[in-house]
Structures are given as structure tokens and as C-alpha cells.
């Protein structure tokens, strides 16, 4: 089974990484601004940083439950590779937005298309498992005639 799953436990542990270094950015800017919690208003620089972290902490759940579903149902490798592009996206976002607030919006679009994707083909694959499970009937072998 692990060999079923290694490629998204990988990718989870990937994200899960870079969620822990959006956090540590955050420490990071509040030190550098003298901003001590609970406090999360400052200068636009550290709102930028704060806001980039918590909005990628939003977006996280959602992501892992949709690649974990995509990567059972659909497909492993398709899954993990979205997952990496998700991720990618997810840093370029954080990175832009740290910079500058309009420099955010190509990635978070991007990423809000590989979490569509990743829907798509949880729900391709859920299809396909309660079809075949249920009904007895195989979508693939139907597309194979």
C-alpha cells in the first residue's frame, strides 16, 4: 500500500515545510518591525508578509484533503505533480505578495486552477470508483471499446 501513497506523503510533508517557513517569515517580520503579538497591524511591509501566511494557512486544509482524494481516486503521480505546482504557485504568491500586493495575483490565480484541477479529477475519480463499485460499470473499459 505505502507504495500506493509515498509520492503525496512526500508532497504533504513538502507543504507542510514551506507552511513552517511562511510562519517563520512572520517571526521574522515581527521582529524586524517591533510587532509583538497579538498585534497584527504595521507597516504595509509586515501586513504583506502576515497576510501572505495566513492566507496560505487558509488555503492548506483544502489542499491537502483535495490531493490526498485525486491521488486515491485518480490518479498518484497526476496528484503529486499538481501538488508540486501548487505548492510552487503557493511561494511564488507569498513571494510576491511580500513584495508587493498586485505581485500576488498571477500566482494565486494560478494555484486557485491547480485546486480546480485537483477537484476535477477527485471527482472524475470518485465518479469512476462508486460507478464500478456500485453499478458494476467501468467508464475505462467503456472508453477502451
Known sequence: MLDQIHLLAAVTV?????QAYFFLQVIYARRRFGISPPNISGPPEFERIFR???????????????LWQAGLFF????????????LYSRYCYFMGYRASSSERLAPIYFSTGVL????????????????????????LRLLAV
Open 14 to 18: 513538502l507543504g507542510v515545510l514551506e
Open 52 to 66: 501572505a501566511q495566513v492566507n496560505s494557512s487558509e488555503y492548506f486544509p483544502i489542499f491537502v484533503a483535495l
Open 75 to 86: 490518479h498518484q503521480g497526476l496528484a503529486a505533480a499538481l501538488g508540486l505546482l501548487y
Open 116 to 139: 480546480w484541477i485537483l477537484v476535477a479529477v477527485s471527482a472524475l475519480g470518485l465518479l469512476h470508483f462508486f460507478l464500478s463499485h456500485y453499478t458494476g460499470l467501468n467508464v
